[in-house]
């Protein structure tokens, strides 16, 4: 279990880090569009996200070491596309739900693979 907690902290964390966070940051058009034009999430909130997505990042790929931040951060990751999911739903987004659903099956996937890893 613990080889496939490995693989899962790398590829969610490269996607948040390099795909999420920074798109934010860098306001990407295609995330600009759907979090803020569709989802209706403020633009000064985007900091705050992708600090979120690289904190879980950064935990995930602790957590490697560090078994209990692994199991917190893929928590963390969860609760965050619940809650991105939940948003989407929110405004019939249903279009936009698949990219979040696709990250929440990757956090429950490390939340399962480190906790059975401990």
């Known amino acids: 279990m613990f080889a496939a907690y490995v693989g899962v902290a790398i590829v969610s964390s490269l996607l948040l880090a390099l795909v999420s966070g ?7 058009s295609y995330i600009v569009k759907t979090v803020h034009d569709v989802v209706g999430v403020p633009i000064r909130w985007f900091p705050i996200l992708a600090g979120l997505e690289f904190a879980v990042a950064i935990g995930l790929l602790l957590g490697i070491r560090w078994g209990p931040l692994g199991v917190a951060a893929a928590t963390g990751m969860a609760l965050y596309f619940i809650g991105a999911i939940i948003a989407h739903v929110r405004v019939n987004d249903t279009r936009g739900t698949g990219p979040a659903l696709q990250m929440l099956c990757l956090a429950f996937t490390a939340l399962i693979t480190r906790t059975l890893s401990l």
Request: proline share 0%.
């Open 22 to 28: 920074l798109g934010k940051l860098r306001r990407n």
